[in-house]
């Protein structure tokens, strides 16, 4: 999902910190190193919650294996409702505030 559509609604858009130095860890994950994808799931779940203020406020997860990779690690309970891929989004939280129109 481009980032650009969140901000035709009347939402706020909070980022989380050092969002370009997140990462869930699948990487290291599917390469054997374990420890090294805790590390980086533990700091993105952090990251998360302050973003999300504990897990209060809905996240976007723009990749459907990274989101199954967050949700995996996570050990934060309230974090789990929280995560939404991107159709997920839309159909919760966007598609009564967005206009749509046929392409074509």
Avoid: W
């Avoid at 090294?36 to 779940?45: F, H, I, N, V």
Wanted: some cysteine; hydrophobic content about 45%; glycine content about 6%.
């Amino acid at each position: 999902m481009r980032l650009t559509a969140l901000f035709h609604c009347p939402l706020q858009v909070i980022l989380p910190k050092n969002l370009s130095s997140q990462c869930c860890g699948m990487m290291f994950n599917s390469r054997g190193l374990k420890d090294a994808a805790a590390a980086k799931g533990a700091a993105l779940e952090q990251a998360l919650l302050e973003a999300s203020e504990n897990g209060k406020l809905p996240i976007v997860c723009d990749t459907s294996p990274c989101l199954s990779q967050v949700k995996a690690g996570i050990s934060e309970p309230s974090l789990r409702f929280a995560l939404y891929e991107p159709v997920e989004f839309i159909r919760h939280f966007l598609v009564d505030k967005l206009e749509f129109n046929k392409v074509g």
